[in-house]
């Protein structure tokens, strides 16, 4: 069904075709699911799937081939031809996440199907729209119905689906979760891929004096695209004690982009160029709370998911966990919590200590680099570190005094959007990674195989080395060769 290069090449491409024709209802699903605008879809679920995509039918039938091993110097393998050939593993189970439902349900499968594979993807309950789409829709495409099957439901589904057998389990989600999958797979001996999530730090050095208005509007996209509900999002932001109070001066600045909002005063009174442009005015938009009936009003920024997790990030915004800088407006009938900064965060507190998954950034001061390597340290090694320098003896500094699943330096997310590069975690933020030819090898059993001829000479070799009876002349020939 998926074995030769000429299926799995028409089973991605179904996948492709899928993507394409059902452009409008993938959008209202995620509009649906997570009030995602078509534009952040665009960015931030559909572009990149894209890519794996086109990477995967430019690259599959060189991936496919078998690799040749230099047989090294060993006398024994003077004659062999060595080689790796990458094998299916079987069948392959994919539990996917809510807060990038396409996107993390179809990826996986890309390099699941390109290795060979047949998939039983889970999607999400908590975005539903996006699962149904997919059991409604997906099908319907090529022969996917005959390599995908689709499993809907909840917890109890779930928990049944992982009594089964599988060659191979990815999960996207939280360490609790990951812990009962990995206890699961255990039992079948079943290796996993785990892509969890934890506290993913960003550090801005003093080199960076200069372009704070660049570091903080990265920063600002990468905390606050989807509503904060990345799991590689800036979860806290350490930032040099010189320059604290510049940096929240300037995120402050940038936040009122993200709503269109303006100064009144630079109103052009075109109106019809004002709503194409989404533009919003009020008298001052560096306050430090902005109108909720105006940011409502903006359709480029996500929602919170749901009722559960808006009370949870609601709880984290506590005056005993910090003070709030700028922000902090929020709607519970809409699930809307606007991007929240704090400062003069209690490092104890549930805002440090649980990942946030949403719209709330703690800013903290240090002095010294090793301050900061002891505070990363001290903690579970995150998915992502994020590091704003122009200093290489910074990054020589924090690349080798910290540890976490990926990096990207002077950006957010861009590690992840690299084919090239695999994605994953480390410690209690995962195991194993995937993307491009990462995909492929992860999916792949890669066999040795070691071909030795039937010939007389080696044979000669063998009668005077390997074959008993031992003597002592072998043992010293053996020496003399290893």
Not at 78 to 104: C, E, K, Q, R
Not at 117 to 130: D, F, G, R, Y
Not at 174 to 198: F, Q, W, Y
């Amino acid at each position: 069904l998926n074995k030769t290069y000429a299926q799995r090449l028409a089973n991605i491409s179904a996948i492709e075709e899928f993507v394409e024709k059902e452009e409008d209802a993938i959008f209202a699903a995620l509009l649906a699911d997570l009030g995602k605008s078509k534009e952040e879809a665009i960015l931030m679920e559909v572009a990149g799937l894209k890519g794996e995509i086109r990477n995967f039918k430019k690259n599959l039938k060189s991936w496919m081939e078998p690799t040749k091993v230099n047989q090294g110097w060993a006398v024994v393998h003077l004659l062999d031809h060595m080689s790796t050939h990458p094998n299916p593993l079987g069948v392959v189970l994919n539990i996917s996440a809510w807060n990038y439902p396409f996107s993390l349900s179809l990826t996986p499968i890309i390099g699941a199907i390109g290795a060979g594979n047949t998939v039983v993807l889970k999607p999400s309950e908590i975005s539903p729209n996006t699962a149904k789409l997919f059991s409604e829709r997906l099908h319907k495409y090529g022969k996917l119905s005959d390599v995908i099957a689709i499993v809907n439901g909840g917890v109890q589904e779930t928990t049944k689906l992982l009594l089964n057998k599988f060659d191979h389990i990815l999960y996207t989600g939280n360490g609790m979760v990951g812990r009962i999958v990995m206890a699961a797979a255990a039992k079948h001996l079943t290796p996993v891929t785990l892509e969890l999530g934890g506290k993913s730090p960003t550090i801005v050095t003093e080199s960076v004096a200069d372009k704070l208005n660049l570091v903080a509007q990265r920063i600002m996209w990468g905390r606050f695209a989807n509503c904060g509900q990345t799991c590689i999002a800036p979860d806290y932001v350490m930032v040099h004690e010189s320059l604290e109070q510049k940096l929240l001066e300037e995120l402050k600045k940038v936040r009122p982009r993200y709503f269109g909002i303006q100064a009144k005063s630079t109103d052009k009174g075109d109106a019809k160029q004002n709503e194409k442009e989404m533009l919003h005015f009020v008298e001052d938009p560096l306050t430090k709370e902005l109108p909720v009936d105006v940011m409502l009003q903006c359709k480029s920024y996500p929602r919170i998911v749901n009722g559960n997790h808006f009370n949870r990030i609601k709880k984290l915004m506590v005056p005993e966990n910090g003070e709030i800088f700028v922000g902090g407006e929020m709607s519970e009938e809409d699930k809307f919590i606007a991007p929240t900064v704090f400062t003069k965060v209690n490092v104890d507190s549930p805002l440090m200590k649980e990942e946030i998954f949403g719209p709330l950034l703690p800013v903290i001061p240090y002095k010294t680099k090793e301050e900061v390597a002891q505070f990363i340290n001290a903690r579970d090694k995150p998915l992502a570190l994020y590091l704003f320098t122009d200093s290489p003896a910074d990054s020589e500094f924090y690349m080798a005094n910290t540890t976490s699943g990926g990096v990207t330096i002077n950006d957010i997310f861009m590690h992840y959007n690299a084919c090239c590069l695999p994605f994953g975690g480390v410690g209690e933020s995962g195991m194993g990674g995937y993307h491009g030819k990462h995909s492929f090898t992860t999916f792949s059993h890669m066999k040795p195989i070691c071909h030795k001829g039937l010939n007389g000479m080696e044979e000669g070799v063998n009668d005077r080395i390997r074959y008993p009876p031992y003597t002592a002349s072998k043992t010293k020939l053996w020496k003399s060769v290893l």
